[in-house]
């Protein structure tokens, strides 16, 4: 029996619960080391590193980095919805938003690890 095959009775059953698992900390893993790199680089530098614990100053220092990731984030259309007057429309943006709740949290923080830190340590690079 393979060391990684999860404890089943049925040997012939191709789906490995414990592989999952090691794929998903293996890219966990990946993702924290990528945010920890960004951050020292920009602490390492002389003269932005101020900007790495502020938001503002980070907002201030490179504003087109926050309307990016506002644009991509997909809360504009869901604001909208569930800002509405009428009452059967702003129902509707309510249920939508507590649907697709877990998805953007999946989607925000898979942009935010590869696409905004990329773009922050872009950002401090130049």
Wanted: aromatic letters at 12%.
């Amino acid at each position: 029996r393979p060391l990684a095959l999860a404890m089943s009775v049925d040997q012939t059953e191709s789906f490995d619960v414990l592989g999952l698992w090691a794929r998903f900390f293996l890219l966990l893993t990946f993702c924290i080391w990528i945010g920890v790199t960004t951050h020292d680089l920009t602490l390492t530098g002389q003269r932005k590193k101020h900007f790495i614990l502020d938001v503002s100053g980070m907002n201030e220092h490179c504003p087109s980095i926050r309307k990016v990731w506002m644009a991509l984030a997909g809360y504009g259309g869901l604001k909208r919805l569930v800002l509405q007057e009428k009452i059967g429309l702003r129902m509707l943006g309510i249920g939508i938003s507590v649907v697709m709740a877990p998805i953007l949290l999946a989607w925000n923080l898979v942009l935010f690890n590869f696409f905004i830190v990329p773009l922050l340590l872009l950002a401090f690079l130049r």
